[in-house]
């Protein structure tokens, strides 16, 4: 069913590009020196490392937000002007997961292409869920988009 749901997101982004007629959409290539050993060795360096995380994006990421119930979906793509504009942070670091009490789950890992990541309330609150979507292209991770359905 996870697989589904994510085929059906990435058919609903494509027709609402042809929809609105987006035709160049820059894409930054992902430059990296090494393959990543491990899907969780490259996940807490990109939580913790600035610089690596910036060097790890895949350009544009594609946004979801909006459960769906109580708030509507939006699809956007955000470019470095989106994510510089962001008053907190794109993805919890470890010390801020423990700070905020937030829990992280790997909901998805395919090792060799794509993962996804929950990060949310440890307790029952559900004001932070937030889910990473990665993507391995030639040997590294890298973060494609992410979804906010946060109540």
Not at 116 to 136: C, H, M, P, S
Request: net charge positive; glycine share 6%.
């Amino acid at each position: 069913m996870r697989r589904h749901r994510g085929l059906s997101i990435i058919v609903f982004v494509l027709s609402v590009c042809a929809i609105r007629g987006v035709s160049a959409i820059p894409v930054t290539v992902l430059a990296c020196k090494s393959p990543d050993n491990s899907f969780q060795s490259f996940l807490r360096r990109f939580e913790d490392d600035a610089p690596f995380r910036r060097s790890r994006l895949q350009l544009p990421l594609v946004v979801l937000t909006g459960n769906g119930i109580s708030v509507s979906r939006t699809i956007e793509f955000w470019t470095l002007p989106n994510l510089r504009a962001l008053k907190g942070p794109l993805i919890y670091s470890r010390s801020d997961l423990k700070k905020y009490d937030l829990a992280e789950t790997i909901l998805v890992l395919q090792p060799k292409r794509y993962a996804e990541v929950l990060q949310a309330n440890a307790g029952e609150a559900d004001d932070t869920k937030l889910i990473f979507r990665f993507r391995r292209i030639d040997g590294c991770w890298a973060l494609e988009g992410f979804e906010d359905v946060s109540e």
